[in-house]
């Protein structure tokens, strides 16, 4: 966990020092959360709204912070898309 503390400090560089773990820690367990609740289908048009924000925030810190190659290398601008996508489908839109 400290490298991963470390790369939300290079990227969360206008923060004050203290709450980087915090920030760190909240972004890991909404990570883990939105995941279980995408898989189980739970409220899955939230979810995935929310996955979707969730992965733009992390996509504009990590372009912001370290430049466009990083998100662009990892797909989270695409991942980001995907999660909005099923956010927004029609069969949903119903439920």
Known sequence: FPPFVDY?????WFLPE???LPFAWTATIL?????IGLVI???LR???????????TFALAMT???GPEGPLS??????SAAALLLATHPQLQQN
């Open 41 to 43: 289908g739970f409220q």
């Open 8 to 12: 939300t400090r290079l990227l969360l």
């Open 74 to 79: 990892f797909s989270v601008w695409t991942a």
């Open 46 to 56: 939230y979810i995935a709204f929310a996955s979707s924000l969730l992965l733009l």
């Open 64 to 66: 912001f912070g370290t």
């Open 18 to 20: 203290p709450l980087v």
């Open 31 to 35: 990570e883990i959360l939105l995941a």
